[in-house]
């Protein structure tokens, strides 16, 4: 389910690790059957994909500290609103308000790293 403002998938990591001192030891034909699974099933859930607003991968959220989830509802707010255009700039007031309140935990993280929402 990786791609937009997703972690990159297994077989990108896997593939770039090949041949390091890092190699993972998992076979990339393996991860690539696991690849045509999700591709099938993710075409279900094709109508709730931010494509409206966003059309590739976007690493924005390692440099704003915005969990995927909440950058791309704030994505689609923006642009629901007429604000589209100041995205760059609501993006640098979130990483501010972030900064100011203390660096919070993002929860969406969390949920992430354990692998279900509650």
Known sequence: MSGMTSQPSMG??????????FETGISLDKVGAYSAFWEQTRTLYAPFECTATMKSGN??????????????????QAFSLGLGEHFEKIKAAYAEANLLLGDLIKVSLYKTIVGHEP
Do not use: H, K, W
């Open 59 to 76: 690493s924005d959220v390692y440099r704003n500290e915005i969990p995927g989830g909440q950058y791309t509802n704030l994505q689609f």
């Open 12 to 21: 990108a990591v896997v593939a770039c690790l090949e041949g390091t001192d």
